[in-house]
Structures are given as structure tokens and as C-alpha cells.
């Protein structure tokens, strides 16, 4: 499948840097777009990635749905891994707007840009009706992407991340370090999972001519048995 362009917001983060390498690798993808804050040290940033495809577009995270929708061509796959923590953006309002906010904001981009389809990393207990804050919030972002009509969006609910680096995500930190020894004792729909299988198979499903769906879940479960 040529889809040529390949679009990723949160291009440095866990999830995030293995898309970023995995679809240089991809002979079926030519150029990949990364919207950034920032000027980004391709090498340092994206070892072992074929560099000669990557155009960083540094844009205003302000005026993120005007300045990328002019940045992506029609017809372009696009991944969403923007994420940050309440520590790190130091409340809960501040983590609403980046990880609800400015992901629908580039949604609505993609949307204007007819993006054929969205890959977006949520997590595995995503749900509005959660009582935990941050799974409710991923649970909104999901409600109100698919509320966008999308030709075709889907979410990675991935559970504990393996080879996440140290980004002051402390528990998590503590979990992978216990539960990894005895991952594959656990099911899959809840066994931790590394980030490079959580991209591996966010690029199967985005350059699969076969799926249809206007909207989907890409379960932990999905991503271990997709990616090999």
C-alpha cells in the first residue's frame, strides 16, 4: 500500500520515537512529517532511522489545527502518541489540555487535511466513566474524536509500557520492573507491552488496505498478537 506521507504529533515521546523509526524503515513510506515545539537532533533522537525521510515542521502548539492542516498532504496516514502526566504538566487542567486539547486540535486537522486515517495512542483503561482522571480523559479524547466523522481513526489501548524512558512516571516505572519477568504468564489483554510492539503494529493496522472501519480499538491483546 503507498500511502508516501506519513504524519506524527509527539514524535519524541516512548511511543512516539519507535513510529517515528519504524516507518523510515518502511518501504512504503517516503516522507514522514513531524510536528514539534522544537528543533530536534534527528541522530541523537531517532537512532537507527532512515533520516533522508524526516521533515520537521516546528509549529505554535497554540495554533496547532491552523498551522497543521496546511502541513499534510490529502490522503497522508497520521499518528497521534502526545501524551504527558499531571506531575509533569503540574495540574490537572494543564494535562487536560495537552493530552485532550491538543490532540483534538490536530484531529480536527487531520480532518481538514482528509488525513485517510489516524492512529491515536490512548490507554488500555481508557473510558469516561472512569473514576480514575487520567483514564477518563483518554476515554473523552477517544468520545469526542470519533464525534469528528473521521474517514478512519483508530486507538492503541496499550497497558503498562516496557522501555518507556525515565520520565518521572515513578509507579510505572516500579510496575514494569515487577511485571516483566512474569509477562507472559499474564493474559494478553492486560500483559505489559514494549513500545516498539505498540508501534510495530500502530503501522500494520494505519497501512492496512483491508480494514474498513470508520472507527476502531486496537487492544493491548490486538498489539501482541499483530506484532511479532
Known sequence: MMHGTAIVLGATGAVGTQL??????RVNI??????SRRELNLERDFPGAITSKIHIHIVDFDQLEQQAAV??????V????????????????AFRRIDHGLVLAFARACKAAEVSRLGVVTAH??????AAFYNRVKGEVERDIQALALPSVFFARPSLLLGRPDDGRFAEKIASVLLAPAGSLLPKSVRPISTERVAAAMI???LDTGSKSSSFVL??????QRAH
Do not use: W
Not at 30 to 35: G, M, N
Not at 78 to 93: H, R, V
Not at 125 to 130: D, I, K, P, Y
Open 204 to 206: 500494520e493496522v494505519a
Open 219 to 224: 487492544s493491548n491483546a490486538d498489539m501482541h
Open 78 to 93: 497520521a499518528f497521534i502518541a502526545l501524551g504527558t502526566t499531571k506531575k509533569q504538566a503540574g495540574s490537572d487542567e
Open 20 to 25: 517515528v523509526i519504524q516507518l523510515s524503515q
Open 125 to 130: 483503561g481508557a473510558n469516561v466513566s472512569s
Open 71 to 76: 502541513l499534510m498532504p490529502s490522503g497522508s
Open 30 to 35: 517516503t516522507d514522514i512529517i513531524l510536528l
